[in-house]
């Protein structure tokens, strides 16, 4: 079974609107990366948070990390058509990465 | 910096039929990753690698699946012999270690008909 569960499962949003999906897990992590897949190709990474750290930045990105509620979020402020992708949370333990089902993004121009 | 490379990009085979797969990670990475990816879900893990030494196998079927990493570089996975379910993309990921982020390639479409 996988670790991270993404949710929603899919988000439909207009251009310029914020989307957000959140990301729960089971057990103890050492970190937990977020991921982009674009239709039909390979996983690009985004970001990565460290289980000691709460939240992190990067460019229209922000992710927080609650370990007491074992659960991420993934915010993409100002979004874009291009943003359109299925996003994946991993989780790391003991040297083992483990993926979620994603949420599927749509981004309305 | 060249990426993960990985061949071929779609291959469709017969039930029973074996069939390989190819991935050069990125240079100096010493980590490599292969996993499954069925339409619809994440990525599973099937083995990661350490250089040229077995981290984790724990979800790679034995019986039908093998891989192995030539001298910590390159690797091949290979699938003898095929099942309909074995249907997935296949995706090689390198990283420079387990606890970093990984770097994939484009994926292997693989179809058993």
């Known amino acids: 079974s996988q670790q991270g569960e993404e949710d929603p499962q899919a988000l439909s949003i207009q251009e310029g609107e914020n989307a957000t999906m959140n990301c729960s897990y089971k057990t103890s992590i050492n970190n937990l990366q977020w991921y982009r897949q674009n239709s039909g190709r390979g996983l690009v990474h985004l970001i990565l948070i460290r289980s000691n750290e709460r939240e992190k930045h990067s460019g229209r990105l922000r992710v927080t990390l609650d370990t007491s509620k074992k659960s991420s979020s993934l915010l993409i402020t100002a979004s874009r058509a291009a943003d359109t992708a299925s996003y994946f949370c991993?989780?790391?333990?003991?040297?083992?990465?483990?993926f979620g089902d994603g949420t599927t993004l749509t981004v309305k121009p | 910096e060249a990426g993960v490379a990985q061949s071929p990009r779609y291959k469709i085979i017969e039930k029973r039929q074996s069939v390989a797969f190819w991935c050069n990670p990125i240079s100096g990475h010493a980590t490599l990753y292969w996993y499954q990816q069925i339409l619809g879900q994440g990525p599973k893990l099937l083995i990661q690698?350490?250089?040229?030494?077995?981290?984790?196998d724990s979800q790679l079927p034995k019986d039908r699946f093998s891989a192995e990493r030539l001298k910590g570089v390159d690797s091949t996975l290979k699938i003898q012999p095929a099942k309909l379910e074995d249907s997935a993309v296949y995706l090689c990921?390198?990283?420079?270690?387990?606890?970093?982020?990984?770097?994939f390639g484009q994926g292997t479409r693989l179809t058993v008909v």
């Open positions: 991993a989780t790391l333990n003991a040297g083992k990465s483990t």
């Open positions: 690698f350490q250089n040229n030494g077995v981290v984790d």
């Open positions: 990921a390198s990283s420079l270690g387990a606890a970093l982020e990984a770097f």
